[in-house]
């Protein structure tokens, strides 16, 4: 045994003798199996051959949201939400409407070590419950350490801006200038203009005052908490940690620029997390490392992403985010987004995660849901999904579907049940009480919200929202590509429609949504898994595969080449699944809501079609 398991182990001995950092000083018993769950769900994921790979050897895709911007504000003391009856009903609806498989789930820095040196066990213990009602619906999580504009306490009571992370006692070490944005009108801004931001950033990344590494030994007592009070099978499918939101420098020294300091400051620190991590008994789980903040903006703009970390390899995820600032300016970019607006900004992350030698995700994207540019989203969003899919476009799509590249994890920002109705005490001034929107510098970003009966509904289209992707693919994905039909306003936005050179597939698709996967087997154990959204009944879905065609897919079992089944959890989630029993051989499947149960001929005739266009573009 090497000497970072032994430390792992003798850690976590000593959490569950001696109590430390517990509230019960035990670990739950295992759970059972989750309801709904088949045979080979709720394997640990790691990372190999540059894709998140589960225990059976499936390619894994992780798509979800953030849960949640409520972990900013003060109003529930740091946490996600009030209770964990709150979370229970946010991952049911997450799963059942939005169509996720994983959350990024945010902590508090200034929650978690209100005092230096002293950790709220009863803020772990609230936080870890709510998590676990996240994986008890059969989602992953991968929880992030949060920051924004370094700390609340650097903004007094009547700026017009706040942040979230570092705890006051922080702040009060530097003996910060008041502080001021100047002409900002975005709140970003001040992650490069705001005085006090930038010189307590500088602080943080040159560890004065000892706080990197106060912030690095609080990490690692919440991840010895986590895995302590999860049972084996919760903590399996928590997927890795996100050490540090949105870094950026502050300030750079004298002959310093973007790059040195990810070389010389960021990396370093990402190395002594992860050190942290294996001493709190992560060692087989990735740490999941954002580059410099701007290193893919589409205005600000620095060199960047980790180019001097060498391979990252196993250990590490390039993690990264994307919002277009063009169209979030409501100047420099005037119209909406259009078919492949965004395959170029994404293919740069899927290159830079290729040389890095290990998998990606997109931690964060989405666009506001209200102000002046709001009008965009429609289009934005359905933008960076179709980018999270493939690195084609969809006018190009089905000439050159080889092309498609890897099939990119993603969380949207965010997932918040209390959108437009909360009560936050805006820099706990009284006389600045935040309840519209995100309550958060003005943002309204969250996909869902709860009605006047509790209710949590979409506030984005749901055929957006909740789509078909890849979750598990037994082999490696060589194309995908999803059209969603989603809309902007009344109009359907179709960016890939099915070329006329394949006038039986048309037929078959007609107006309907479509999905089309091509995979290369790899005489898996388990079965490639798809996810059926709401508006794909089981009844009423048309699978043409290599495998079998079929209107209405019966019941999964082993014997079964296509066949659907809930998703684990029990929030009526279903999914697709794909058997095959070979190795090395392209296989590819068409899955459609469009037809309504057309004959055997008709889904023979679009078999041979997509079986010629299989061979003639991919071979």
């Not at 469009?594 to 008709?602: F, H, L, M, N």
Request: contains cysteine; charged residues 20%; glycine residues 10%.
């Amino acid at each position: 045994m090497d000497m970072p398991n032994k430390r792992a182990r003798l850690l976590v001995v000593l959490v569950v003798l001696c109590g430390f950092l517990t509230v019960a000083g035990v670990r739950p018993a295992p759970a059972d199996a989750l309801t709904d769950s088949l045979p080979f769900d709720g394997t640990a994921l790691t990372v190999r051959n540059g894709r998140f790979v589960d225990g059976n050897g499936r390619e894994v895709v992780l798509r979800g949201y953030n849960v949640s911007g409520e972990t900013k504000l003060a109003e529930n003391k740091g946490l996600p939400f009030a209770s964990v009856a709150d979370a229970r009903k946010s991952a049911t609806a997450l799963r059942a409407l939005g169509g996720g498989n994983s959350v990024r789930f945010l902590l508090s820095w200034a929650y978690a070590e209100p005092v230096r040196g002293q950790v709220d066990t009863a803020y772990l213990a609230s936080a870890t419950a709510q998590l676990r009602a996240f994986l008890d619906a059969g989602i992953r999580v991968y929880p992030d350490f949060h920051q924004d504009l370094y700390s609340r306490w650097l903004f007094n009571q009547g700026s017009w801006y706040t942040g979230d992370g570092a705890p006051a006692w922080a702040v009060a070490l530097g003996g910060y200038p008041a502080e001021s944005c100047g002409i900002c009108l975005l709140w970003g801004q001040n992650i490069t203009q705001n005085g006090a931001v930038k010189a307590a950033q500088y602080d943080f990344w040159h560890n004065r005052y000892g706080l990197q590494d106060a912030f690095l030994t609080t990490a690692e007592k919440t991840m010895a908490y986590l895995r302590a009070n999860l049972s084996a099978q919760e903590f399996a499918g928590v997927v890795g940690f996100d050490p540090y939101n949105e870094p950026y420098a502050g300030t750079y020294d004298s002959g310093q620029n973007s790059r040195t300091w990810e070389r010389d400051l960021l990396w370093p620190f990402y190395v002594r997390f992860r050190a942290r991590m294996d001493a709190a008994g992560w060692t087989d789980k990735p740490a999941m490392v954002e580059p410099n903040l701007f290193w893919n903006g589409n205005v600000s703009k620095e060199e960047g992403g980790l180019l001097d970390a060498g391979t990252l390899g196993s250990r590490y995820v390039f993690n990264t985010h994307f919002y277009d600032q063009k169209a979030i300016s409501g100047i420099l970019m005037w119209g909406n987004a259009s078919d492949g607006q965004y395959v170029g900004d994404f293919g740069t992350v899927r290159d830079r995660t290729a040389a890095a030698g290990t998998t990606a995700v997109v931690s964060e994207f989405g666009h506001p849901l209200n102000g002046s540019t709001a009008g965009k989203a429609p289009t934005v969003l359905k933008a960076m999904y179709q980018a999270l899919d493939s690195r084609v476009k969809g006018a190009d799509w089905w000439s050159v579907p080889a092309g498609s590249g890897p099939v990119l994890s993603g969380s949207q920002w965010q997932w918040d049940i209390y959108n437009g109705r909360h009560h936050e005490l805006m820099n706990d001034n009284p006389a600045k009480v935040r309840t519209s929107g995100d309550a958060w510098n003005d943002e309204d970003l969250s996909a869902v919200r709860l009605d006047d009966s509790g209710t949590a509904v979409l506030r984005q289209d749901a055929r957006l929202l909740d789509r078909i992707y890849p979750s598990a693919t037994s082999g490696t994905t060589v194309a995908f590509t999803y059209e969603d039909r989603s809309r902007d306003g009344s109009t359907t936005l179709t960016w890939n429609p099915v070329p006329s050179g394949l006038p039986k597939v048309s037929s078959l698709v007609g107006s309907g949504q479509y999905a089309v996967l091509v995979w290369r087997s790899a005489s898996g154990s388990a079965p490639t898994e798809l996810h059926l959204p709401a508006s794909f009944p089981t009844a009423t879905t048309t699978v043409v595969s290599d495998l079998g065609t079929v209107s209405g897919p019966p019941a999964y079992t082993s014997s079964t080449p296509v066949g659907a089944a809930s998703e684990p959890g029990g929030t009526g989630s279903r999914r697709l699944l794909l058997t095959d029993s070979d190795s090395g051989v392209l296989h590819y499947a068409l899955v459609t809501n469009g037809a309504t149960s057309p004959s055997a001929s008709a889904l023979s005739a679009a078999k041979a079609e997509l079986a010629a266009w299989v061979a003639q573009k991919i071979g």
